[in-house]
Protein backbone atom coordinates (compact mmCIF):
# COMPACT_ATOMS: atom_id res chain seq x y z
CA UNK A 1 0.00 0.00 0.00
CA UNK A 2 1.10 3.49 -1.05
CA UNK A 3 2.22 5.77 1.78
CA UNK A 4 1.62 9.69 1.37
CA UNK A 5 1.91 10.87 5.16
CA UNK A 6 4.66 11.94 6.41
CA UNK A 7 4.47 10.65 10.04
CA UNK A 8 4.12 7.25 11.30
CA UNK A 9 0.68 6.39 11.70
CA UNK A 10 0.96 2.79 11.60
CA UNK A 11 -1.00 -0.12 10.92
CA UNK A 12 -4.62 -0.46 10.71
CA UNK A 13 -5.95 -3.93 12.16
CA UNK A 14 -6.77 -5.63 9.08
CA UNK A 15 -6.43 -4.82 5.47
CA UNK A 16 -9.67 -5.88 5.18
CA UNK A 17 -12.25 -3.85 3.16
CA UNK A 18 -15.01 -3.06 5.54
CA UNK A 19 -18.76 -4.26 3.35
CA UNK A 20 -21.61 -2.21 3.67
CA UNK A 21 -23.81 -3.57 6.77
CA UNK A 22 -26.69 -3.66 4.56
CA UNK A 23 -28.79 -6.59 6.32
CA UNK A 24 -32.48 -6.46 6.71
CA UNK A 25 -34.38 -7.10 9.67
CA UNK A 26 -38.05 -8.22 10.87
CA UNK A 27 -38.97 -7.57 14.45
CA UNK A 28 -41.43 -10.62 15.34
CA UNK A 29 -41.91 -8.94 19.03
CA UNK A 30 -42.41 -5.04 19.98
CA UNK A 31 -44.98 -3.16 21.61
CA UNK A 32 -44.84 -0.21 18.72
CA UNK A 33 -48.27 1.45 19.98
CA UNK A 34 -46.23 2.64 22.97
CA UNK A 35 -42.98 4.12 20.76
CA UNK A 36 -42.64 7.19 18.88
CA UNK A 37 -42.88 8.38 15.45
CA UNK A 38 -38.82 9.29 16.06
CA UNK A 39 -38.69 5.09 17.34
CA UNK A 40 -40.73 4.20 14.14
CA UNK A 41 -38.39 6.12 11.67
CA UNK A 42 -35.33 4.72 13.29
CA UNK A 43 -36.63 0.93 12.04
CA UNK A 44 -36.64 2.68 7.82
CA UNK A 45 -32.90 4.04 8.49
CA UNK A 46 -32.05 1.15 10.34
CA UNK A 47 -33.05 -1.75 7.35
CA UNK A 48 -36.13 -2.63 9.75
CA UNK A 49 -38.61 -4.39 6.75
CA UNK A 50 -41.57 -5.48 8.82
CA UNK A 51 -42.12 -5.40 12.74
CA UNK A 52 -45.29 -7.18 15.02
CA UNK A 53 -46.96 -5.23 17.42
CA UNK A 54 -48.28 -7.22 20.65
CA UNK A 55 -52.08 -5.95 20.36
CA UNK A 56 -52.27 -6.55 23.86
CA UNK A 57 -50.00 -4.32 25.84
CA UNK A 58 -51.99 -4.44 29.75
CA UNK A 59 -49.47 -1.87 30.76
CA UNK A 60 -51.80 0.64 29.67
CA UNK A 61 -54.68 -1.10 30.37
CA UNK A 62 -56.66 1.87 31.67
CA UNK A 63 -58.81 -0.06 34.41
CA UNK A 64 -57.21 -2.80 36.85
CA UNK A 65 -57.89 -5.28 37.56
CA UNK A 66 -58.05 -5.87 33.67
CA UNK A 67 -61.68 -7.10 31.68
CA UNK A 68 -62.05 -8.91 28.64
CA UNK A 69 -63.04 -5.30 27.46
CA UNK A 70 -59.92 -3.66 27.74
CA UNK A 71 -58.22 -6.55 26.03
CA UNK A 72 -60.67 -6.30 23.38
CA UNK A 73 -60.30 -2.04 23.15
CA UNK A 74 -56.31 -2.84 22.90
CA UNK A 75 -56.59 -5.29 20.24
CA UNK A 76 -58.64 -2.94 17.83
CA UNK A 77 -56.23 -0.29 18.81
CA UNK A 78 -53.15 -2.22 17.70
CA UNK A 79 -55.39 -2.90 14.22
CA UNK A 80 -56.32 0.70 13.89
CA UNK A 81 -52.66 2.11 14.68
CA UNK A 82 -50.75 -0.65 12.61
CA UNK A 83 -52.78 1.33 9.70
CA UNK A 84 -51.45 4.81 10.52
CA UNK A 85 -48.49 3.85 11.08
CA UNK A 86 -47.58 1.92 7.84
CA UNK A 87 -48.58 4.31 5.33
CA UNK A 88 -46.40 7.35 7.13
CA UNK A 89 -43.31 4.83 7.58
CA UNK A 90 -41.03 2.03 5.35
CA UNK A 91 -41.65 -1.35 6.97
CA UNK A 92 -44.88 -2.94 7.01
CA UNK A 93 -46.71 -2.63 10.28
CA UNK A 94 -48.10 -6.45 11.38
CA UNK A 95 -50.14 -7.17 14.44
CA UNK A 96 -49.95 -9.93 17.05
CA UNK A 97 -53.28 -10.54 18.35
CA UNK A 98 -53.80 -12.60 22.47
CA UNK A 99 -54.37 -13.48 25.77
CA UNK A 100 -51.24 -12.11 27.62
CA UNK A 101 -50.76 -13.28 31.16
CA UNK A 102 -49.09 -10.75 32.46
CA UNK A 103 -52.17 -9.43 34.61
CA UNK A 104 -55.13 -11.83 35.28
CA UNK A 105 -57.77 -10.75 32.60
CA UNK A 106 -61.43 -11.26 34.34
CA UNK A 107 -63.79 -12.84 31.68
CA UNK A 108 -60.93 -14.04 29.53
CA UNK A 109 -63.07 -16.69 27.86
CA UNK A 110 -65.18 -13.97 25.78
CA UNK A 111 -61.42 -13.24 24.19
CA UNK A 112 -61.20 -16.68 23.29
CA UNK A 113 -64.02 -17.15 21.82
CA UNK A 114 -63.60 -14.40 19.69
CA UNK A 115 -59.73 -14.43 18.92
CA UNK A 116 -60.26 -16.95 16.11
CA UNK A 117 -62.56 -14.47 14.22
CA UNK A 118 -59.44 -11.65 14.81
CA UNK A 119 -56.67 -13.96 13.02
CA UNK A 120 -58.78 -13.90 9.68
CA UNK A 121 -57.78 -10.06 9.15
CA UNK A 122 -55.01 -9.45 6.99
CA UNK A 123 -52.75 -7.64 9.06
CA UNK A 124 -52.93 -10.21 11.95
CA UNK A 125 -49.94 -12.99 11.44
CA UNK A 126 -49.45 -14.07 15.11
CA UNK A 127 -51.24 -14.71 18.40
CA UNK A 128 -49.43 -13.84 21.15
CA UNK A 129 -48.00 -12.73 23.05
CA UNK A 130 -49.01 -15.56 25.61
CA UNK A 131 -47.27 -17.93 27.66
CA UNK A 132 -47.24 -19.06 31.62
CA UNK A 133 -45.53 -15.96 33.39
CA UNK A 134 -44.65 -16.60 37.18
CA UNK A 135 -45.70 -12.53 37.99
CA UNK A 136 -48.02 -10.53 37.55
CA UNK A 137 -48.99 -6.92 37.40
CA UNK A 138 -51.53 -6.04 39.88
CA UNK A 139 -54.11 -9.39 39.48
CA UNK A 140 -52.58 -12.28 40.10
CA UNK A 141 -53.21 -15.32 37.82
CA UNK A 142 -53.34 -18.75 39.29
CA UNK A 143 -51.18 -21.75 37.31
CA UNK A 144 -54.29 -23.58 36.79
CA UNK A 145 -56.03 -20.97 34.96
CA UNK A 146 -52.91 -19.32 33.00
CA UNK A 147 -52.86 -23.04 31.69
CA UNK A 148 -56.42 -22.95 30.03
CA UNK A 149 -56.21 -19.78 28.75
CA UNK A 150 -52.51 -20.29 27.02
CA UNK A 151 -53.51 -24.12 25.99
CA UNK A 152 -56.52 -22.51 24.24
CA UNK A 153 -54.71 -20.03 22.06
CA UNK A 154 -52.88 -23.09 21.22
CA UNK A 155 -55.12 -24.93 20.23
CA UNK A 156 -56.52 -21.96 18.39
CA UNK A 157 -52.99 -21.17 16.14
CA UNK A 158 -53.18 -25.09 15.57
CA UNK A 159 -57.12 -24.64 14.16
CA UNK A 160 -56.09 -21.20 11.91
CA UNK A 161 -52.31 -22.04 11.37
CA UNK A 162 -51.16 -19.06 12.82
CA UNK A 163 -47.59 -19.21 14.56
CA UNK A 164 -47.58 -18.16 18.22
CA UNK A 165 -45.12 -15.95 20.63
CA UNK A 166 -44.21 -17.48 23.89
CA UNK A 167 -43.66 -14.93 26.04
CA UNK A 168 -40.92 -16.56 29.19
CA UNK A 169 -40.59 -15.20 32.51
CA UNK A 170 -37.84 -12.39 33.12
CA UNK A 171 -34.18 -13.73 33.75
CA UNK A 172 -33.30 -12.17 37.02
CA UNK A 173 -29.34 -13.67 36.49
CA UNK A 174 -26.32 -11.92 37.80
CA UNK A 175 -28.49 -9.31 40.15
CA UNK A 176 -28.98 -6.83 37.27
CA UNK A 177 -32.99 -6.78 37.04
CA UNK A 178 -32.83 -5.60 40.92
CA UNK A 179 -29.95 -2.93 39.60
CA UNK A 180 -31.88 -1.51 36.12
CA UNK A 181 -35.62 -2.09 37.48
CA UNK A 182 -35.75 1.60 37.93
CA UNK A 183 -35.59 2.28 34.40
CA UNK A 184 -39.12 0.24 33.69
CA UNK A 185 -42.09 2.50 34.67
CA UNK A 186 -43.91 -0.46 36.17
CA UNK A 187 -41.67 -2.13 37.86
CA UNK A 188 -41.84 -3.86 40.87
CA UNK A 189 -44.34 -1.82 43.39
CA UNK A 190 -47.01 -3.53 41.57
CA UNK A 191 -45.98 -7.33 41.16
CA UNK A 192 -47.75 -10.11 42.65
CA UNK A 193 -45.30 -12.43 44.74
CA UNK A 194 -43.93 -15.68 42.31
CA UNK A 195 -45.87 -18.14 41.60
CA UNK A 196 -42.45 -20.20 40.56
CA UNK A 197 -39.15 -20.27 42.02
CA UNK A 198 -37.75 -17.00 41.12
CA UNK A 199 -34.40 -19.47 40.31
CA UNK A 200 -35.74 -22.18 37.95
CA UNK A 201 -38.87 -19.82 36.77
CA UNK A 202 -38.10 -19.67 33.32
CA UNK A 203 -37.07 -23.57 32.80
CA UNK A 204 -40.14 -24.45 34.51
CA UNK A 205 -42.65 -22.21 32.62
CA UNK A 206 -41.21 -23.28 29.24
CA UNK A 207 -41.76 -26.65 30.34
CA UNK A 208 -45.22 -26.43 31.07
CA UNK A 209 -46.14 -24.75 27.64
CA UNK A 210 -44.23 -27.53 26.13
CA UNK A 211 -46.27 -29.70 27.52
CA UNK A 212 -49.22 -27.51 26.59
CA UNK A 213 -47.98 -27.51 22.63
CA UNK A 214 -48.02 -30.92 22.84
CA UNK A 215 -51.48 -31.30 24.56
CA UNK A 216 -53.01 -28.48 21.60
CA UNK A 217 -51.48 -30.75 18.87
CA UNK A 218 -49.66 -27.70 17.33
CA UNK A 219 -46.59 -28.43 15.05
CA UNK A 220 -43.06 -26.96 17.29
CA UNK A 221 -42.37 -25.30 13.55
CA UNK A 222 -45.39 -23.28 14.33
CA UNK A 223 -43.71 -21.90 17.76
CA UNK A 224 -41.30 -19.47 18.62
CA UNK A 225 -40.16 -19.70 22.65
CA UNK A 226 -39.36 -15.84 23.41
CA UNK A 227 -37.72 -14.04 25.39
CA UNK A 228 -35.18 -16.78 25.50
CA UNK A 229 -31.84 -16.68 27.79
CA UNK A 230 -29.38 -19.06 27.79
CA UNK A 231 -30.74 -20.99 30.87
CA UNK A 232 -33.67 -22.24 28.35
CA UNK A 233 -31.07 -22.87 25.58
CA UNK A 234 -30.15 -26.49 25.54
CA UNK A 235 -34.61 -27.30 26.70
CA UNK A 236 -35.73 -25.77 23.56
CA UNK A 237 -32.50 -26.07 20.61
CA UNK A 238 -31.60 -29.80 21.87
CA UNK A 239 -35.24 -31.81 22.83
CA UNK A 240 -38.05 -29.64 20.13
CA UNK A 241 -38.18 -28.55 16.82
CA UNK A 242 -39.48 -24.59 18.28
CA UNK A 243 -38.23 -21.60 17.26
CA UNK A 244 -35.91 -19.61 19.61
CA UNK A 245 -36.26 -16.09 19.98
CA UNK A 246 -33.81 -13.89 21.87
CA UNK A 247 -35.45 -10.01 23.09
CA UNK A 248 -32.32 -7.57 22.71
CA UNK A 249 -33.75 -4.64 23.82
CA UNK A 250 -33.49 -5.38 27.48
CA UNK A 251 -30.29 -7.42 28.05
CA UNK A 252 -30.74 -6.71 31.72
CA UNK A 253 -34.12 -8.28 32.13
CA UNK A 254 -33.40 -11.31 29.79
CA UNK A 255 -30.01 -12.54 30.86
CA UNK A 256 -27.96 -12.34 28.07
CA UNK A 257 -25.72 -10.58 25.87
CA UNK A 258 -24.82 -10.79 22.09
CA UNK A 259 -21.82 -12.88 22.98
CA UNK A 260 -24.14 -15.46 24.24
CA UNK A 261 -26.36 -15.00 20.73
CA UNK A 262 -23.50 -15.51 18.91
CA UNK A 263 -21.93 -18.63 21.39
CA UNK A 264 -25.49 -20.20 20.39
CA UNK A 265 -25.44 -19.61 16.63
CA UNK A 266 -22.51 -21.07 16.97
CA UNK A 267 -23.08 -24.25 18.78
CA UNK A 268 -26.72 -25.09 17.29
CA UNK A 269 -26.90 -23.40 13.79
CA UNK A 270 -28.92 -20.23 12.25
CA UNK A 271 -31.92 -22.43 11.71
CA UNK A 272 -33.89 -22.13 14.61
CA UNK A 273 -32.44 -18.85 16.45
CA UNK A 274 -34.47 -15.33 15.44
CA UNK A 275 -34.09 -11.95 17.75
CA UNK A 276 -36.98 -9.74 18.58
CA UNK A 277 -36.69 -6.38 20.39
CA UNK A 278 -39.72 -6.64 22.37
CA UNK A 279 -38.90 -2.79 22.64
CA UNK A 280 -41.61 -1.17 25.06
CA UNK A 281 -42.24 2.42 25.55
CA UNK A 282 -42.73 1.81 29.50
CA UNK A 283 -39.16 0.64 29.38
CA UNK A 284 -35.94 2.29 28.79
CA UNK A 285 -35.17 1.67 25.18
CA UNK A 286 -33.27 1.85 21.93
CA UNK A 287 -35.04 2.11 18.69
CA UNK A 288 -31.42 0.92 16.96
CA UNK A 289 -31.35 -2.13 19.19
CA UNK A 290 -31.95 -4.42 16.34
CA UNK A 291 -29.13 -2.83 14.30
CA UNK A 292 -26.73 -2.40 16.94
CA UNK A 293 -27.35 -6.17 17.97
CA UNK A 294 -26.79 -7.29 14.25
CA UNK A 295 -22.95 -4.98 14.51
CA UNK A 296 -22.45 -6.75 17.65
CA UNK A 297 -23.03 -9.83 16.15
CA UNK A 298 -20.66 -8.88 13.10
CA UNK A 299 -18.00 -7.89 15.30
CA UNK A 300 -17.96 -11.08 17.03
CA UNK A 301 -17.53 -12.62 13.97
CA UNK A 302 -20.77 -14.58 13.11
CA UNK A 303 -21.36 -15.22 9.30
CA UNK A 304 -23.19 -12.24 7.24
CA UNK A 305 -25.61 -14.92 6.38
CA UNK A 306 -26.45 -16.55 9.33
CA UNK A 307 -27.23 -13.28 10.75
CA UNK A 308 -29.70 -12.91 7.80
CA UNK A 309 -31.21 -16.47 8.60
CA UNK A 310 -31.88 -15.30 12.11
CA UNK A 311 -32.92 -11.69 12.09
CA UNK A 312 -34.72 -11.82 8.00
CA UNK A 313 -35.03 -15.58 6.70
CA UNK A 314 -36.49 -16.54 9.60
CA UNK A 315 -39.11 -14.07 10.83
CA UNK A 316 -39.91 -14.42 7.47
CA UNK A 317 -40.88 -18.00 7.05
CA UNK A 318 -42.41 -18.34 10.78
CA UNK A 319 -44.77 -15.52 9.64
CA UNK A 320 -45.40 -16.07 6.21
CA UNK A 321 -44.43 -13.33 4.61
CA UNK A 322 -43.54 -12.49 0.89
CA UNK A 323 -44.06 -16.03 0.19
ZN1 LIG B 1 -43.18 -10.86 26.83
Same mark, same amino acid.
Given at each position: ??? &??????????????????????? %???????????? %??????????????? &??????????????????????????????????????????????????????????????????????????????????????????????????????????????????????? +????????????????????????????? +??????????????????????????????????????? %???????????????????????????????? &?????????????????? +???????????? %?????????????????????
Amino acid at each position: MRR &ITNRPIGDAPSDDAPEPLDVPWI %DVHQHTQSLTWN %DREAFDLSGGQATVM &IAAGYYWAPYRPVSADDVRFLWDDALRRAACFDHRHFYDQYVAVGVHTWAGVEGSEELLAVLPDYCEDDRVVAIGETGIESTHHTSRWGLDDQRTVVGEQFHIARETGLPVLVHTPGSS +KGGLLAQYSHSYEEANESFTEPLLDPETA +KTDAVEIDLELVDEAGLRDERVVIDHASPEIVPLVLETT %DCYLSFSVSAPWLRGFDPADVAEVIEEYGADR &IMLDTDLIGAMQHDAFAM +KRTIMDLCRLGV %DREEIRTVVYENPRRVLGLGD
